[in-house]
């Protein structure tokens, strides 16, 4: 009634501990954090080296003295803070940067920026009101008053 079957392995890999090699991701430096196009993050991601977004992000971005990068594949539903930020996806929430944003070519924000400084690309579009900060000065030493002489 019942036939044995002969189970037979088709798996022709033999190596089980084949390592998983990370792919480049196009403008990330070896000292970038990466949030992948799989994934998705809900809460505030805080990064102290420059991060790359080309996943989904909902919540806040932080990345103070850094630069932060969405990818043409990411999407941030969030706030954002950041040295420099860079939009070749979509952000939807407030941007503040102490140096830059630039809106690339195909970069979507719907939000509020505050910046010193502002590049909004061809093809990119941009909805919301701009506030440029004056960048802070270097710490300068101030210079001692000239004595009169008699």
């Known amino acids: 009634m019942w036939e044995d079957r002969k189970q037979t392995n088709n798996n022709t890999n033999t190596n089980v ?5 990370p792919t480049r991701v196009p403008g990330a430096t070896p000292h970038t954090a990466v949030i992948g196009p799989n994934m998705l993050i809900i809460g505030k991601v805080q990064s102290s080296e420059d991060l790359y977004v080309d996943g989904e992000v909902r919540g806040t971005l932080e990345a103070e003295n850094c630069r932060l990068t969405i990818g043409p ?3 941030a539903s969030a706030g954002a803070r950041a040295r420099e930020v860079d939009v070749l996806g979509r952000v939807d929430g407030n941007v503040e940067t102490q140096d830059k944003i630039s809106i690339r070519k195909g970069g979507q924000l719907v939000g ?4 010193a400084g502002i590049v909004i690309e061809d093809g990119a579009y941009f909805k919301g009101s701009i506030d440029i900060i004056r960048r802070t000065p270097e710490a300068v030493p101030a210079k ?5 002489t008699a």
């Open 17 to 21: 501990n084949t390592p998983v090699v």
């Open 144 to 148: 001692a008053p000239l004595k009169e």
């Open 73 to 75: 594949h990411g999407k």
């Open 112 to 115: 509020d920026i505050k910046a």
